[in-house]
């Protein structure tokens, strides 16, 4: 999927989120133009309800959550100071 397809699903997914009902369907027949792959892919996203925005697939190295995670056990840290002395 390309940046301008990704754009384009989420432009119409967020517009339907405004939308219920007989007023969401139409909206996205008329948004999609007929293109059945774009209206299955924006009717995945809403089926799945605004809880795959909710959490992040993955945590970037230093961000607030991997340090707070990161903290609460020192488990590998350890593992790789007794690793690195016993070599």
């Known amino acids: 999927m ?24 139409a909206y996205i027949a008329e948004e999609c133009g007929g293109n059945d792959d774009l209206r299955r892919e924006v009717e995945l996203l ?16 230093g961000s607030r959550s991997a340090r707070t995670n990161s903290s609460k056990s020192s488990a590998p840290a350890a593992w790789a100071s007794s690793t690195a002395r016993s070599m």
């Open 2 to 25: 390309t940046g301008e397809s990704w754009h384009h699903i989420s432009a119409i997914y967020n517009g339907a989120l405004l939308r219920a009902g007989a007023e969401r369907a």
């Open 46 to 61: 809403l089926a799945q309800g605004e809880s795959f925005l909710a959490k992040p697939v993955w945590l970037a190295p």
